[in-house]
Structures are given as structure tokens and as C-alpha cells.
């Protein structure tokens, strides 16, 4: 159990061009969600931090209006990295959490953007 | 400002050795510390914790020792496997801190030879 999923795997788009990342839980209600970048070589950096149906909360230096993240449902949280440039190429892992904060999150095999 | 630090980027270890990976942290409100192993392109995989009421925490070939005072925490792995080879990042949580967000290290890639 505890399985969680992101879609797509990987990503190529234009400069300009908005990408939609999401991230299932799969076989559990996640009350919480997060989402993370990578950097090659690099700790993973917390971007924002969402609750179902609550806004999210976003780490300080993370643009929100540019990294838009929706969770809708218990299972869904999406991430839109909007009008994306070369130096938003990263790696983005998202993390679901069923309870609440001594739980264990559970991270989703991640999703490699590649910005032209 | 790092507040998890895995000073080790990497660690090299003969099959069947023990690897000791280690993680200093300066935040004191963490109390609750994670290990993750991680394999490129893929997303981390929880592996094991300990709560700072511990100093020991042990699960099959791996064991996390605690030392509060020193804000310092290894994992080690005994005995050592090929199929350990990958990335280990430690991860800290601070106790009341909203929705508990983890707080990762630099993370240190072990290797494991035959």
C-alpha cells in the first residue's frame, strides 16, 4: 500500500508553454500533499505544501503565481508550472501523507521538465 | 541556511562491510528525523526514523542512532549490499510545525562493491 504515482514521467515543452504535472495517491486518501524540486547533485528544495481543498502553502522564494498547485481531492494534486523558462528545468517529486504531521509521506517517482 | 547537513557527498564500502552514513542538523525544534534511499530519477523511498525520545532505532540491516546533544544522527548498514548502492538523504521535522514538512540533507551517495 502507499503507493503514489506522477504523471507524465518526463516533459519537454517550449519556452513560454505552461506543463501540468500530477500526483495521485493511488491506494490512500492523502490529506496533505507536497511538492518538491531537485536540482542535478542537490537536496530536495520544499516548494509548497497543499491540503485538500485549502490553498496552498508556499515556501519562501517560491513564486506562486508561477508554480500554480491545485488539490482537489483527496487523491489529486496538480502543479502548473506556468509560462516556464530554461531555468525552471528541474526534477519535481510530489509526497502524499495520509494523517497528519508525524506520518509517514510518501513520494511519487518524480517528473523530469525539461524547458527549451 | 542548511539546517540538515550530510557533510559526506559520497561513501564508498566493500560488499558485506558496514556503511555509516551520517547527518548533522542545527534547527533544536527538530524531533522527529527520517532516512530515505533514492535512486536516480526516481522519487525517495522512505527507509527508517527515530523520534528524539530515542536514541536507537533498529529495522532488519539498518539501525539510527540518535545523539540530541551533539545535533547529530547516522544510519548504518550491515552488512553492506550492491543493491544498497544509491543516494540517502536524511530529513528532519519539527514537532508542531504546520502539516510537519520535511527539511532534507544534501543527501550522500553510497556505494557498495562486490
Known amino acids: 500500500g502507499a503507493v503514489v504515482s506522477q504523471h507524465p514521467s518526463w516533459v519537454i515543452c517550449k519556452s513560454g508553454t505552461s506543463v501540468k504535472i500530477e500526483c495521485r495517491s493511488l491506494d490512500f486518501q492523502a490529506t496533505t500533499m507536497f511538492w518538491y524540486r531537485q536540482f542535478p547533485k542537490q537536496s530536495l528544495m520544499l516548494m509548497a505544501t497543499?491540503?485538500?481543498?485549502?490553498?496552498?502553502?508556499?515556501e519562501q522564494g517560491v513564486e506562486k503565481d508561477k508554480f500554480l498547485i491545485n488539490h482537489a481531492s483527496l487523491t489529486l494534486s496538480t502543479l502548473t508550472v506556468t509560462s516556464a523558462h530554461p531555468e525552471d528545468s528541474s526534477f519535481y517529486i510530489c509526497?502524499?501523507?495520509?494523517?497528519?504531521?508525524?506520518?509517514?509521506?510518501?513520494f511519487g517517482p518524480g517528473t523530469r521538465l525539461t524547458v527549451l | 541556511d542548511q539546517q540538515v547537513k550530510q557533510n559526506s557527498p559520497s561513501l564508498s564500502v566493500q560488499e558485506g562491510r558496514i556503511s555509516i552514513l551520517n547527518c548533522d542538523y542545527t534547527n533544536s525544534m527538530f524531533d522527529y528525523f527520517l532516512w530515505y534511499k533514492k535512486y536516480p530519477a526516481e522519487g525517495p523511498t522512505f527507509l527508517i526514523s527515530i523520534s528524539s525520545i530515542k536514541d536507537k532505532n533498529e529495522d532488519g540491516r539498518f539501525t539510527v542512532f540518535l545523539n540530541k546533544s551533539a545535533k547529530h544522527l547516522s544510519l548504518h548498514i550491515v552488512p553492506s549490499q550492491p543493491g544498497d548502492s544509491a543516494v540517502y538523504f536524511c530529513a528532519a521535522v519539527a514537532g508542531g510545525t504546520s502539516y510537519g514538512k520535511l527539511t532534507f540533507g544534501q543527501g550522500t551517495i553510497l556505494t557498495v562493491h562486490p
Open positions: 509526497s502524499a501523507r495520509r494523517g497528519g504531521p508525524g506520518d509517514t509521506q510518501y
Open positions: 497543499s491540503n485538500e481543498g485549502s490553498k496552498a502553502t508556499y
